[in-house]
């Protein structure tokens, strides 16, 4: 099976950094991705690492270690529109994605 | 235009019941998802469908049966609802299912159905 673990909850201020981490321990591991679903709504893809590193794509980065079984999202410039919560999914062997149970974010003038 | 619909977007009925939940993509996708997620977030698979063919059917009371009359269609049928099924239910779409040579296929979701078993 998998285990995907991260914080429940996290408070930011608007214009800040956060990151928002995340740990698995999984076998045949095949890629992570990085959902972000506001209240009330539907989840919509932000990132997909498979290899380690760090990928950018404007203000929200992820970044992989698989030896580390270890992920974290950097969101920058914080805007109170991204106050949402944040799934991390593993994606092992020809499995579906298993989602963790989300960190919500608040972001605070 | 949508690419994932669901209706109803919200469900209200008694225990004992049983309700349909419809869901239609118009991405030319193959494969095909319901997922609940619970009061506490918690996102789960619960059916997936390839081509119309059922690829995966996780520990699901026997009360859902997903339907598929059509690649762009996946209905979910319950049966004799209980408190327990009240949850948010997700339909969701991607490309192709999900293989080691392309195991970057995004999920599309559509909207939600909030059910509520009183």
């Known amino acids: 099976g998998q285990n995907i673990d991260q914080p429940t909850e996290m408070t930011a201020t608007e214009g800040a950094i956060v990151q928002i981490n995340c740990t698995y321990q999984?076998?045949?591991?095949?890629?992570l991705f990085w959902y972000q679903q506001h209240a009330g709504e539907a989840p919509t893809f932000l990132s997909y690492?498979?290899?380690?590193g760090l990928e950018e794509k404007g203000r929200f980065s992820s970044f992989l270690s698989r030896s580390k079984g270890y992920s974290y999202l950097l969101l920058k410039e914080l805007q109170m529109k991204d106050s949402a919560s944040y799934l991390c999914?593993?994606?092992?062997?020809?499995?579906?994605?298993?989602f963790g149970k989300g960190t919500r974010l608040s972001v605070i003038a | 235009d949508t690419a994932v619909s669901q209706t109803p977007k919200y469900l209200v009925t008694q225990m004992g019941n049983d309700k349909s939940i419809k869901c239609e993509q118009n991405?030319?996708?193959?494969?095909m998802y319901w997922y609940k997620q619970d009061s506490k977030k918690f996102l789960k698979i619960m059916f997936s469908?390839?081509?119309?063919?059922?690829?995966i059917n996780e520990t699901v009371p026997n009360r859902f049966s997903p339907k598929s009359p059509d690649k762009a269609h996946l209905n979910l049928h319950i049966n004799s609802l209980e408190l327990g099924d009240s949850a948010v239910y997700f339909c969701?779409?991607?490309?192709?299912?999900?293989?080691?040579?392309?195991?970057?296929?995004?999920?599309?979701f559509g909207s939600g159905t909030q059910l509520s078993v009183l």
């Open positions: 690492n498979v290899l380690d």
């Open positions: 969701a779409s991607s490309q192709d299912i999900w293989k080691r040579t392309n195991p970057n296929e995004k999920l599309f």
């Open positions: 991405l030319g996708h193959d494969t």
């Open positions: 999914a593993v994606r092992s062997g020809n499995t579906p994605l298993v």
């Open positions: 999984t076998s045949g591991f095949n890629g």
């Open positions: 469908y390839n081509n119309k063919e059922l690829i």
